[in-house]
């Protein structure tokens, strides 16, 4: 299994950014996926996820700007990150495994990261 997280940039507060994570070796929608970061000095935090079902759900700091979604057809699963905020900056990964949640020890691989900065 292999995963490619891409889309991250520098950013402006309020624009938006779409990223991707690219998957081999597995089918999305047999699988729990998540996205998760890490800010400068802080740990590593999930904030969306997708279980097998197509069930989504959203830490609380980021309802209403994150979307995560996901295309079975091109193996690849998105994270839509709308008006974002300086404490967005983190580096961004993917990860799958066999149930969704906001833990690490939920998921079996991970993409390599994409950063995402956003300046004010």
């Known amino acids: 299994v ?16 779409r990223l991707s ?22 740990e590593r935090e999930g904030v969306s996820c997708i279980g097998s079902n197509g069930f989504t759900s959203y830490r609380d700091s980021v309802k209403g700007r994150f979307v995560v979604s996901r295309d079975v057809a091109k193996d690849t699963l998105y994270l839509q990150i709308n008006a ?8 961004y990964y993917c990860a799958t495994g066999s149930l969704p949640g906001y833990s690490d020890r939920f998921y079996t691989y991970w993409g390599q990261g994409t950063l995402v900065t956003v300046s004010s």
């Open 21 to 42: 994570c690219g998957a081999s070796g597995l089918i999305l929608n047999n699988v729990a996926v998540g996205w998760f970061r890490q800010a400068p000095g802080k």
């Open 2 to 17: 292999q995963l490619q997280a891409s889309g991250g940039g520098s950013v402006q507060t309020e624009d938006s950014l």
């Open 84 to 91: 974002l905020k300086p404490e967005d900056t983190a580096v």
